[in-house]
C-alpha cells in the first residue's frame, strides 16, 4: 500500500484539517526517496517508555532537581514542551543514561534545562563526562532581542543553565536542523527532534540523525500524532512527524515509532496525553 493511499484512508472529517493534511502530503511526497539506515537505533523489543516513566531511581533524582527547575517559571502554552513532558524527558534521560544529547528546537529552554538537569544526574552517578547541543535556528539567547520575554519567559536559556551549573557541559547552537546534522563531527546517544515540524524536513532530518546517532542510540519525537488523530480537546494536529515516519517506514525503513500515549501525570488541559514518541529499531 502506497503512502498516499494510506494518507487518503486517515484522513479526517474536518474539510480544513482535510486539506491541510493533503497540502502537506503533496510537499512531503515532492521530496525525492532518502535512504534511511535504522541499524544504530536502540531495538524497541528492548524499550519500554511506561517502564522508564515509573522508574523509582528516576523519581528520586527528580525530586533532587523539580524545585530548582519550577523556580525558572517557564510558562506553558508557547509551542514548546508542556510540563509534564518535561518531567518525562527528564525521567527518560535518567532512565537510558546518556552521555551526549542532541536537542533540536531550543526555543526558550524549557526541555533544555530538563535535559541537562538529567544529565547532570548521569554524571554524578556514572562520573562519565556528558554533553548537550542545542540547535536552534535563530538565536534564541540574543541579549538585545530578548525572545524569551514574548513568549513569558523570565530568563535565557543561557542564562537558566549558567544558573544551574550546567554552563560546562551545554552548548548553543544557532543553525538549521539539517546543516547542522550533515556538517556535524559529533555524535550522540539521544537526539531530540523539536524543530521545524514540517513533514519534507522531519523526512530528511531522521535519516540525518540517524548517521550522527551512536551504537543503541534513541531518537525522541515531538508533536507526534498517530493516525492524525487530535489528542486534547482544543487541538490543532501537526501532521508532519507522523507523515514522514510512515513514509520512512512506507519505503523500507526499519524503524517504528512508539508513542508515549498517556503520562504517569498531567499534562496540559487536565489530561496526561503525551505527542512525545520513540523512534527505535523495529527489528530485534
Not at 519567559?153 to 543553525?175: N, Y
Request: net charge neutral; aromatic share 6%; hydrophobic share 40%.
Amino acid at each position: 500500500m502506497q503512502i498516499k493511499q494510506l494518507i487518503a484512508e486517515m484522513l479526517p472529517t474536518s474539510l480544513e484539517t482535510s486539506i491541510r493534511i493533503r497540502r502537506h502530503t503533496k510537499r512531503l511526497m515532492s521530496v525525492p526517496s532518502l535512504q534511511c539506515d535504522a541499524g544504530k537505533l536502540r531495538s524497541a523489543r528492548d524499550t519500554n517508555p511506561q517502564e522508564m516513566l515509573r522508574s523509582s531511581s528516576a523519581e528520586r533524582l527528580w525530586h533532587n532537581f523539580r524545585d530548582r527547575l519550577a523556580a525558572f517559571a517557564i510558562p506553558d502554552g508557547t509551542g514548546g514542551v508542556n510540563p509534564g513532558e518535561r518531567q518525562a524527558i527528564f525521567y527518560l534521560i535518567s532512565a537510558l543514561k546518556p552521555s551526549s544529547v542532541l536537542e533540536v528546537g531550543t526555543h526558550i529552554g524549557a526541555s533544555t534545562v530538563h535535559i541537562s538537569s538529567a544529565l547532570a544526574a548521569t554524571q554524578e552517578q556514572t562520573r562519565k563526562p556528558v554533553r548537550l547541543v542545542s540547535v536552534d535556528i535563530s538565536d534564541v539567547n540574543d541579549g538585545e532581542a530578548k525572545p524569551w520575554l514574548k513568549h513569558g519567559g523570565t530568563k535565557s536559556p543561557k542564562q537558566m543553565i549558567k544558573e544551574l551549573g550546567h554552563e560546562g557541559f551545554v552548548e548553543f547552537v544557532v543553525d538549521s536542523s539539517l546543516n547542522y546534522l550533515e556538517r556535524s563531527a559529533n555524535r550522540f546517544d539521544f537526539i531530540f527532534l523539536d524543530g521545524d515540524h514540517a513533514p519534507d524536513v522531519v523526512y530528511k532530518e531522521i535519516p540525518a540523525a540517524l548517521k550522527v546517532l551512536n551504537e543503541n542510540g534513541v531518537i525522541l519525537l515531538h508533536d507526534y500524532y498517530p493516525d492524525m488523530k487530535p489528542l486534547w480537546s482544543v487541538d490543532s494536529v501537526i501532521p508532519g512527524p507522523f507523515l514522514a515516519t510512515r513514509r520512512l517506514a512506507t519505503e523500507g525503513a526499519d524503524l517504528v515509532v512508539i508513542p508515549f500515549g498517556s503520562l504517569p501525570w498531567p499534562t496540559k488541559l487536565q489530561s496526561n496525553a503525551s505527542n512525545l514518541a520513540l523512534v527505535l529499531r523495529a527489528s530485534r
